[in-house]
Protein backbone atom coordinates (compact mmCIF):
# COMPACT_ATOMS: atom_id res chain seq x y z
CA UNK A 1 0.00 0.00 0.00
CA UNK A 2 1.29 3.14 -1.00
CA UNK A 3 1.67 6.13 1.88
CA UNK A 4 1.44 10.03 0.94
CA UNK A 5 4.46 11.69 2.66
CA UNK A 6 5.72 14.76 3.28
CA UNK A 7 10.16 15.23 3.30
CA UNK A 8 12.05 18.14 3.66
CA UNK A 9 15.84 17.93 3.90
CA UNK A 10 18.17 20.97 4.63
CA UNK A 11 21.66 20.80 3.33
CA UNK A 12 24.87 22.69 4.28
CA UNK A 13 24.64 25.72 3.21
CA UNK A 14 28.70 25.82 2.46
CA UNK A 15 27.71 24.40 -0.49
CA UNK A 16 27.70 25.60 -3.89
CA UNK A 17 24.45 25.61 -5.92
CA UNK A 18 25.19 22.63 -8.37
CA UNK A 19 26.31 20.80 -5.63
CA UNK A 20 22.76 21.28 -3.78
CA UNK A 21 21.16 20.69 -7.40
CA UNK A 22 22.87 17.13 -7.50
CA UNK A 23 21.78 16.59 -3.94
CA UNK A 24 18.24 17.33 -5.01
CA UNK A 25 18.70 14.75 -7.82
CA UNK A 26 20.35 11.99 -5.89
CA UNK A 27 17.60 12.58 -3.32
CA UNK A 28 14.92 11.71 -6.24
CA UNK A 29 16.81 9.20 -7.48
CA UNK A 30 16.68 7.08 -4.29
CA UNK A 31 13.16 7.56 -3.21
CA UNK A 32 12.06 6.24 -6.78
CA UNK A 33 14.76 3.30 -6.16
CA UNK A 34 13.47 2.64 -2.94
CA UNK A 35 10.21 2.06 -4.69
CA UNK A 36 8.37 5.69 -4.14
CA UNK A 37 7.35 7.94 -6.59
CA UNK A 38 7.90 12.12 -5.83
CA UNK A 39 4.03 13.60 -6.95
CA UNK A 40 5.34 16.49 -9.12
CA UNK A 41 8.80 18.59 -8.40
CA UNK A 42 10.94 19.19 -5.61
CA UNK A 43 10.03 21.94 -3.72
CA UNK A 44 13.29 24.51 -4.04
CA UNK A 45 13.48 27.24 -1.76
CA UNK A 46 16.89 28.00 -2.10
CA UNK A 47 19.64 29.26 0.19
CA UNK A 48 17.80 30.69 3.73
CA UNK A 49 19.72 31.96 6.84
CA UNK A 50 18.81 30.05 9.80
CA UNK A 51 16.50 31.25 12.82
CA UNK A 52 19.59 30.15 14.55
CA UNK A 53 23.04 28.87 14.37
CA UNK A 54 22.70 24.97 13.45
CA UNK A 55 26.40 23.10 13.87
CA UNK A 56 27.76 26.90 13.45
CA UNK A 57 26.21 27.38 10.37
CA UNK A 58 24.12 30.13 9.64
CA UNK A 59 23.00 29.03 6.25
CA UNK A 60 21.40 26.23 4.41
CA UNK A 61 19.63 25.29 0.73
CA UNK A 62 16.03 23.85 1.75
CA UNK A 63 13.88 21.29 -0.61
CA UNK A 64 10.74 19.68 0.25
CA UNK A 65 9.42 16.37 -1.49
CA UNK A 66 5.36 15.04 -1.32
CA UNK A 67 5.71 11.47 -2.57
CA UNK A 68 4.12 8.36 -2.68
CA UNK A 69 5.91 5.08 -1.18
CA UNK A 70 5.39 1.96 0.95
CA UNK A 71 5.50 1.98 4.44
CA UNK A 72 9.01 1.46 5.61
CA UNK A 73 10.52 2.03 2.40
CA UNK A 74 12.24 4.86 2.92
CA UNK A 75 14.32 3.54 6.29
CA UNK A 76 17.54 3.22 4.35
CA UNK A 77 17.36 6.85 2.98
CA UNK A 78 16.96 8.30 6.28
CA UNK A 79 19.56 6.24 7.45
CA UNK A 80 21.74 8.19 4.62
CA UNK A 81 20.47 11.70 6.07
CA UNK A 82 22.07 10.46 9.25
CA UNK A 83 25.52 10.15 8.17
CA UNK A 84 25.57 12.12 5.18
CA UNK A 85 27.85 15.48 6.11
CA UNK A 86 25.70 17.47 3.93
CA UNK A 87 22.60 17.36 5.40
CA UNK A 88 22.03 19.32 8.39
CA UNK A 89 18.55 17.95 9.05
CA UNK A 90 15.74 16.08 7.43
CA UNK A 91 12.14 15.92 8.68
CA UNK A 92 9.67 13.09 6.59
CA UNK A 93 6.03 13.19 8.21
CA UNK A 94 3.48 10.76 6.77
CA UNK A 95 0.49 12.71 5.91
CA UNK A 96 -3.23 11.98 7.22
CA UNK A 97 -5.28 10.59 4.08
CA UNK A 98 -7.72 13.62 4.21
CA UNK A 99 -4.85 15.88 3.80
CA UNK A 100 -2.82 13.73 1.19
CA UNK A 101 -5.97 13.59 -0.78
CA UNK A 102 -6.14 17.54 -0.55
CA UNK A 103 -3.06 17.80 -2.10
CA UNK A 104 -3.78 14.98 -4.42
CA UNK A 105 -1.42 12.34 -3.48
CA UNK A 106 -4.58 9.98 -3.27
CA UNK A 107 -7.81 9.34 -4.15
CA UNK A 108 -10.79 11.02 -1.79
CA UNK A 109 -11.78 7.84 0.60
Sequence with gaps: MMRAYE????????????????????????????????????????????????NKKEYGYYVVYNLLAPGGAL???????RIADDVVRHKLLRLPDAEAARRGLTDAA
Aim: aromatic share 10%; hydrophobic share 40%.
Design 7 to 54: LMVILDGDLDDAAAQDWVKNITSSITKAGGQVAGKPDWWGKRQFAYPI
Design 75 to 81: DELERSF
